[in-house]
């Protein structure tokens, strides 16, 4: 079975705080998306990745930033988290043509 | 403007009823693919199907069937007889392979509750 996994399924931070999401997938897929998911705002693009240390920004890379180290792995970084970022994150990763293939989400909590 | 609509919000139906969600999109690429997504309560997005635009034959899977219709720009999904289980929130998308070939658009989703 293909798996994207993502390292927390719910996360509590405080206002400020430093934030990683990890995503790592094991199907040797070259690309790999970062998206939230708000009500009412449907699935928002963040940033994705089409080669290792190789970025994009999506549609709202403000107050994040993407690391890709390594080809299986895809990190989205909250440097100083704000409330307005509490949000269900999901990452994403696929051939390049194919399906999205997504992980179970992180929900992040920011006090 | 928007690249996939889908129009229903919510669907609320009754167990073994059949349902259709609806999904138009617009391109101007001649090559693209289309997907539909089920996103349960349990939050993870599924993947169900995914068309390119070369192929408009339609498919079923089980109790799911796809009509996708280029004269339209529709490819609507319809689910037979339902099921409790089938709740969810289902999304279509639409990936473009020349323009923002990286890029997905999805549509808005649109909730179906199946009653027992």
């Known amino acids: 079975d293909v798996k994207v996994t993502q390292s927390s399924r719910y996360l509590v931070k405080r206002t400020g705080e430093k934030v990683f999401l990890e995503c790592v997938q094991d199907?040797?897929?070259?690309?790999m998306f970062w998206y939230r998911q708000d009500p009412g705002l449907g699935l928002r693009l963040i940033y994705f990745?089409?080669?290792?240390?190789?970025?994009e920004k999506g549609d709202i890379p403000e107050g994040y930033s993407v690391s890709r180290e390594k080809k299986e792995r895809f990190s989205l970084i909250l440097e100083s988290a704000s409330t307005n970022q509490t949000s269900m994150y999901l990452c994403?990763?696929?051939?390049?043509?194919?399906?999205?293939?997504f992980g179970e989400g992180s929900r992040l909590t920011v006090l | 403007a928007q690249k996939v609509t889908q129009a229903q919000t919510e669907i609320s139906v009754v167990e073994k009823e059949d349902v259709t969600l609806d999904c138009v999109y617009e391109?101007?690429?001649?090559?693209?693919?289309l997907f539909w997504y089920k996103q349960p309560p349990s939050g993870e997005l599924v993947f169900l199907i995914r068309?390119?635009?070369?192929?408009?034959q339609n498919e079923i899977s089980g109790r799911y069937s796809w009509n996708f219709q280029k004269s339209t720009s529709s490819f609507n999904f319809t689910i037979t007889a339902s099921q409790v289980v089938d709740s969810a929130v289902y999304f279509c998308?639409?990936?473009?392979?020349?323009?923002?070939?990286?890029?997905?658009?999805f549509g808005s989703g649109t909730k179906l509750n199946v009653k027992p």
């Open positions: 994403a990763s696929r051939f390049l043509g194919g399906e999205l293939f």
């Open positions: 199907m040797d897929h070259e690309n």
């Open positions: 990745s089409y080669d290792v240390k190789m970025k």
């Open positions: 391109t101007r690429d001649t090559t693209y693919y």
């Open positions: 068309r390119n635009s070369f192929d408009e």
């Open positions: 998308a639409l990936s473009e392979a020349i323009t923002h070939f990286n890029k997905f658009y």
